[in-house]
């Protein structure tokens, strides 16, 4: 994996040169960072002498703007780096967070943020996903705005059940990667990646499943073929998830996002093996009766054809916002029904007539919809676009803040049988 250094407008560039990588991460507000969501990737890096006053050779990056501010060789913190690492290194977390503990105190500034994040690292290895929150936390309120210390908050908030927490973890994230201009694409990418499958893995298991897939389909934009879903799988890696095991749900939301189904169950089971009764071993479990039989929402429909949408129109519209804007918003929104459609089925050659009434506030916002479907329809293809239509149909905002209701009619069609 790539470093990418981060400067403020005031700091002389350091060049750092990566020499061996370890399993943490470290960062600060002012130096070059690593990045990763929970997914914990670690690098240690080689300094020079004329950029580290420190004995060791091995500096890692929290400790690097105090090395060349500030040259004291015999200060204590050069064995407070030495402790960590070595306690790291020989398997013992535990006593290494106990050394962290103890310093922080002494710290200030990016060395502190760095030790913050370190120490949110370590916690989380021993599956104290509270306080290592509370440590994440900590180099939040420090001013630091990486995306690696918003998206391993966001995991570890995952893993301590706070899902509406850690979705709005991921997005500052996400939003932290957006806004970051660096020439590095490919680290920008691994950075909206990381982000965008930590939440859509949150919503998934917050049973926002329309939500979760189109994250998902923005991570796998970022990171084709989820390359990096697949390194963090592989053992003794740099990017790693918590708890153990848990990148096998995102690979097998993953696969099922990209229609691989056999790749998706194997995933899913995998997963449980590991977790049989862990926080998400349910959320596992219903993704995988889902696929039992092409059953499921392959159901709802019956047996025959897939529907596709073959025309639609706002027929109806009372309040502020006219019939076009209507229109024009679901003829740039219809992929919003493709799980719908998807799981849907018609014998070929059908055409069917569903309407979709909706009432929207003052916002722009979709307050209830309602769907109208023909006799004999599975009222769970009614219930897919509600829930649809609701949740992720963005509407500009009127131009005078009254309520609309609007009805809008669409013609499905289902393929036609082969001659």
Not at 8 to 23: A, Y
Not at 74 to 92: K, N, P, Q, T
Not at 270 to 292: I, M, Q, V
Request: with cysteine; charged share 25%; glycine share 8%.
């Amino acid at each position: 994996m790539s470093i990418r250094p981060i400067h403020t407008p005031h700091e002389p560039q350091i060049t750092v040169k990566p020499e061996k990588v370890s399993l943490f991460a470290y960062t600060a507000t002012l130096v070059g960072v690593s990045r990763t969501a929970l997914v914990i990737l670690l690098v240690a890096l080689s300094l020079s002498p004329a950029t580290s006053a420190w004995a060791s050779p091995e500096a890692p990056v929290w400790t690097r703007v105090a090395a060349a501010s500030q040259p004291r060789p015999g200060d204590d913190l050069a064995s407070l780096i030495a402790v960590v690492d070595a306690e790291e290194e020989a398997g013992r977390p535990a006593a290494a967070a106990v050394a962290l503990e103890r310093a922080l105190p002494r710290l200030r500034g990016a060395e502190q943020t760095g030790a913050w994040f370190r120490l949110g690292v370590v916690r989380s290895k021993l599956g104290r996903y509270r306080e290592a929150g509370v440590a994440y936390g900590a180099a939040v309120a420090s001013g630091t705005a990486d995306p690696a210390v918003y998206a391993n908050f966001g995991e570890v908030l995952m893993a301590d059940g706070r899902l509406a927490d850690a979705q709005a973890r991921y997005r500052d994230a996400i939003g932290a990667a957006n806004d970051m201009s660096t020439a590095d694409k490919r680290a920008r990418s691994q950075d909206l990646a990381l982000g965008y499958y930590g939440l859509a893995v949150a919503l998934d298991r917050d049973e926002q499943t329309l939500a979760a897939r189109e994250m998902m389909q923005r991570a796998l934009a970022n990171d084709p073929a989820s390359a990096v879903l697949k390194i963090a799988s592989q053992p003794g890696g740099d990017l790693f998830f918590v708890p153990d095991g848990d990148v096998f749900y995102y690979l097998g939301l993953a696969a099922e996002v990209e229609g691989r189904g056999v790749d998706a169950e194997a995933a899913f089971r995998e997963f449980l093996s590991r977790a049989p009764h862990g926080r998400w071993a349910r959320a596992a479990e219903a993704h995988l009766a889902t696929k039992k039989g092409s059953g499921g929402a392959r159901a709802a429909g019956g047996a025959g054809a897939a529907l596709r949408i073959a025309a639609h129109g706002t027929v109806l519209t009372a309040g502020a916002m006219p019939a076009p804007l209507i229109d024009a918003a679901w003829r740039d929104q219809l992929s919003i029904l493709d799980e719908c459609m998807d799981a849907a089925r018609a014998p070929p050659g059908k055409t069917l007539r569903v309407a979709i009434e909706i009432s929207i506030d003052e916002r722009g916002k979709v307050t209830q919809a309602t769907a109208k479907l023909p006799e004999g329809m599975d009222p769970r293809f009614g219930a897919c676009v509600e829930k649809a239509a609701k949740q992720r149909l963005r509407l500009p905002e009127p131009p005078r803040a009254r309520h609309t209701t609007a009805r809008t009619e669409f013609v499905l069609s289902s393929a036609s049988s082969s001659p």
